[in-house]
């Protein structure tokens, strides 16, 4: 299985870019890399998914290394409202739960 | 839309007793998918469905859980007898499921379930 690993915490101010890095060496040739935001109370939500090189939106990019064994999900510019757990999922829906495990994600602080 | 719709929101109840949690799924998505949140455990898969009939079930922790979709925009969750051990945040989604890749998961509000 596609197991990943992102760092338990991070800090940071607003204003700040941050960039949270998700490690996937097992990554299948048809896997996906998806992210998703929880804010506490709610259900995650969609940030953004990719499968190689560079993807853009309005709230995030995500960058992905030619060998896809990692990727680093970057937040411009950073405001109180992006508190949140951040978590890294990667499968094939074909695949079935694989693609549905939950890490324990990364919890990310912005201070003032 | 107005997305994953799920009942009740906060449930209290008894140990022994039975919960049956409610979900709506957004209209025209085939899967479902229901989850449960603990500090410890964080956020488990217990079992989903495709086109309403269920296809791994393999998270649901025994066989006091079960749950059932009886068309494509109802799903239930039922606990009986519930345990103290069974109190969490269970989240309903659904999705798209296009083949070949994970699609974007919407999840519901939530059902925050206490067990005394």
């Known amino acids: 299985l596609a197991k990943t690993t992102q760092p338990i915490s991070m800090d940071s101010y607003e204003g700040q870019e941050v960039n949270i890095t998700c490690s996937h060496n097992n990554i299948a040739t048809n896997d996906y890399i998806t992210w998703y935001q929880q804010f506490p109370s709610q259900g995650p939500r969609f940030i953004i998914q990719g499968y190689k090189t560079k993807v853009t939106n309005e709230v995030a990019s995500l960058f992905i290394p030619a060998d896809r064994k990692s990727s680093t999900l970057s937040l411009p510019r950073v405001s109180l409202s992006d508190t949140a757990v951040y978590y890294c999922l990667v499968g094939d829906m074909g695949t079935g739960r694989r693609a549905l495990t939950f890490g324990s994600g990364t919890r990310l602080q912005v201070q003032p | 839309d107005a997305g994953v719709i799920q009942s009740p929101r906060h449930e209290v109840t008894e140990m022994g007793q039975e919960v049956t949690l409610r979900c709506k799924p957004i209209?025209?998505?085939?899967?479902l998918f229901w989850y449960r949140q603990t500090m410890m455990r964080g956020l488990e898969l217990l079992i989903y469905?495709?086109?309403?009939?269920?296809?791994?079930d393999s998270g649901m922790p025994e066989d006091r859980f079960s749950a059932k979709m009886p068309n494509a925009s109802f799903s239930t969750l039922k606990i009986q007898p519930s345990e103290p051990r069974d109190s969490a945040v269970y989240f309903c989604?659904?999705?798209?499921?296009?083949?070949?890749?994970?699609?974007?998961?919407?999840f519901g509000p939530g059902t925050r379930l206490t067990v005394l």
């Open positions: 209209s025209g998505h085939d899967y």
């Open positions: 989604a659904s999705s798209q499921g296009l083949a070949g890749r994970t699609d974007t998961q919407y």
């Open positions: 469905f495709n086109n309403n009939v269920p296809i791994d």
